[in-house]
C-alpha cells in the first residue's frame, strides 16, 4: 500500500490538470509537461484535487501507484514554480559560459567541452555557478547531472565540476620522503 499514493495531489489555482486517453497533461504560468500513464494505473481529476490509484492487483501496480503519483505531484509542482539545481566550479583556469544554446566549459582539458541546452531548460551563468532551471524535475536533474559527470571533483585538490553544497571528502595525499633520509 503506497503512502504517497493515497494522498490526493491537490491542484493550486492558475493550474490545469486534464486526462485525455493514456496521458496526463498539466498547464501552468511555467508551460505545458505531459506523461504517458501506464496501463497499471488510473488517474482521476476531481475538482482541485488528482488521485492515482492501481488499476489492477497486482505488483507492478503497486509499485507504479506511488511513482505516478510523486511525478505528478512533481509536474504541478514544476509547472508553478521551477525547479532548480546550482552547479559550482572549482579549479585554477575553470570556467563556464554561455553562448546562445551552448554551454562552454573549460575544465582542465586541451579543449573546450561544448554542451547544447535541452528545450525546457533555462541555464545562466554567473561567476563560477552554473544555475540549471525548469518545469521538469527530472530534465533538470538529468542535464545537471550530465554536466557533473563531464569532470567530477577530484578528490587531491577538489577541482572539477559540483553541486552546489556538496562536500568533498580530500584524501591526504603523498608523505614527504625527508623522514626516510
Not at 12 to 25: F, R
Not at 101 to 119: C, D, N, R, T, Y
Not at 122 to 129: D, P, Q
Amino acid at each position: 500500500m503506497s503512502r504517497t499514493g493515497k494522498l490526493p495531489i491537490k491542484i493550486p489555482a492558475g493550474t490545469d490538470v486534464s486526462v485525455v486517453s493514456n496521458e496526463i497533461v498539466v498547464k501552468g504560468k511555467g508551460g505545458t509537461l505531459k506523461r504517458t500513464l501506464h496501463p497499471a494505473v488510473s488517474v482521476a481529476v476531481e475538482g482541485d484535487a488528482v488521485t492515482v490509484t492501481p488499476a489492477r492487483e497486482n505488483r507492478l501496480a503497486r509499485a507504479l501507484w506511488g511513482t505516478y503519483a510523486a511525478h505528478i505531484r512533481n509536474m504541478v509542482a514544476g509547472v508553478n514554480q521551477p525547479f532548480k539545481k546550482n552547479l559550482q566550479i572549482e579549479g585554477i583556469g575553470y570556467r563556464a559560459e554561455l553562448s546562445g544554446k551552448q554551454l562552454k566549459l573549460s575544465i582542465g582539458f586541451s579543449h573546450p567541452v561544448m554542451v547544447a541546452v535541452p528545450e525546457g531548460i533555462t541555464v545562466a551563468v554567473e561567476k563560477n555557478i552554473i544555475s540549471v532551471s525548469g518545469a521538469d524535475k527530472e530534465q533538470v536533474g538529468e542535464f545537471a547531472a550530465s554536466v557533473r559527470a563531464l569532470k567530477k571533483p577530484e578528490p587531491y585538490k577538489g577541482k572539477g565540476i559540483r553541486y552546489e553544497g556538496e562536500v568533498v571528502r580530500e584524501k591526504q595525499g603523498k608523505k614527504a620522503a625527508a623522514a626516510a633520509a
